[in-house]
């Protein structure tokens, strides 16, 4: 049998006890990546301002992040494949806080555009490399806690990383905003290099084992449903701040409270579907799409009404902000003997689906409005969670 697993590696725990202290920069730097990549969405239209394009303009600099995670993805292990994964990684926080820190004092899109090229290759690497991390932290045994810590970082970030920033623009503008976060990045890299232990190389995948792995059954439906499912998402959220300024009345700090509904929901859906996942996940890779889809759909509908657009965002966050742990989840249970290969399909799944989410969501925002781009998330939700349903009815390929 060929497999894209690692190799096993030995852990670096003593007795019971795990190396907390690096599942912890493991997860801040999981959330300082996935919150500079989304700070866009919360301050759009305070960049679009300063630098005198449209919110469809600046709304490109997520596609240009998630256009560079989708190349580098399923392929930084090959070009590095025998760097250790501590040194990588360290070499990425800096590049992303690099890339910040450009962004805080480009003059034009155009620079900031080359800047997010260097957070999009960080993200997707600390992707790719996180299971062979958690693995050599934690070791096979405690696996899913370890990873936990990473999806946690990344559910935070995606549900509260973006109020934040719109609070913090409130305060300092827009481009200190993003001076913070690079300079933050820039400290946590020490942090990476003091605190992880040395994570040697695991085996390198390829083209073929990745196409290979689609072809099983049930994972190319599972797949398209993830990829889906994501498009749906940031066709409504990467445009968030544009749909909420539609309420009657709204004002910056409405916008601040509605956004941090987002987060707090996606808190508790964090640790509750966390808690359960294990024996739900095919129940949650259904239910939850159809739901975020609803609440998507009443985001827009619901306009008129603060408290219900609340409860709406407060739902759409509680079920999206888990997504990541269901997906990877799905692998773990689908897949077992091809996780490496899953994780990268998963990544590609993910960033991709954000590109093609702000590139169409920007073309359809700027010409009509930001209604059809919330009808067409909430279609894409909708068939990513029909065909999660088809995968889930279809038996898994044993491996002995």
Not at 86 to 110: F, H, K
Not at 258 to 276: C, D, K
Not at 328 to 345: F, I, K, Q
Request: proline share 4%.
């Amino acid at each position: 049998m060929t497999t894209t697993a690692s190799t096993p590696l030995a852990s670096e725990t003593h007795g019971d006890r795990i190396r907390y202290g690096a599942l912890i920069v493991m997860m801040l730097l999981s959330f300082l990546l996935v919150t500079a990549e989304f700070l866009p969405n919360g301050i759009l239209t305070e960049m679009a301002d300063g630098l005198g394009i449209t919110p469809g303009q600046a709304g490109q600099t997520v596609t240009v992040t998630a256009l560079v995670g989708f190349i580098v993805a399923p392929t930084v292990g090959m070009v590095f494949p025998h760097l250790d994964r501590r040194t990588l990684l360290v070499w990425m926080a800096l590049a992303a806080a690099v890339s910040n820190l450009v962004v805080a004092i480009s003059p034009n899109l155009i620079i900031i555009l080359l800047a997010r090229f260097l957070l999009g290759a960080a993200l997707s690497t600390f992707w790719a490399m996180s299971i062979t991390v958690a693995m050599r932290i934690a070791g096979p045994e405690r696996i899913g806690r370890a990873v936990m810590f990473t999806s946690a970082g990344t559910s935070l970030a995606t549900v509260a990383g973006v109020p934040v920033g719109v609070l913090l623009s409130e305060i300092m503008d827009w481009r200190g905003v993003f001076a913070l976060a690079g300079i933050a990045t820039g400290l946590l890299a020490i942090a990476l290099r003091a605190l992880l232990p040395q994570v040697p190389a695991a085996q390198v995948s390829s083209f073929r084992l990745l196409i290979d792995t689609i072809r099983r059954p049930g994972v190319g439906l599972g797949l398209s449903g993830h990829v889906l499912v994501v498009l749906g998402h940031f066709l409504a959220y990467t445009y968030i701040r544009l749909a909420l300024e539609r309420m009657p009345d709204v004002d910056a700090s409405t916008i601040v409270v509605l956004l941090a509904l987002f987060g707090v929901g996606g808190l508790i859906g964090t640790i509750t579907i966390g808690v359960i996942i294990d024996r739900s996940f095919r129940l949650f890779a259904v239910l939850g799409p159809a739901v975020i889809a609803v609440a998507v759909g009443a985001t827009i509908v619901l306009s008129g009404s603060i408290v219900g657009v609340g409860i709406a965002v407060f739902v759409w966050g509680f079920f999206f902000a888990s997504w990541l742990i269901v997906v990877n989840t799905w692998v773990g249970h689908r897949m077992p003997d091809r996780l490496e290969a899953g994780g990268s399909l998963v990544v590609v799944g993910f960033q991709g689906a954000i590109m093609v989410a702000a590139g169409v969501g920007g073309v359809l925002v700027d010409s009509i409005g930001v209604e059809p781009s919330y009808g067409l998330g909430a279609a894409a939700l909708v068939a990513g969670a029909a065909l999660f349903g088809l995968s889930n009815r279809t038996p898994a390929e044993t491996h002995s």
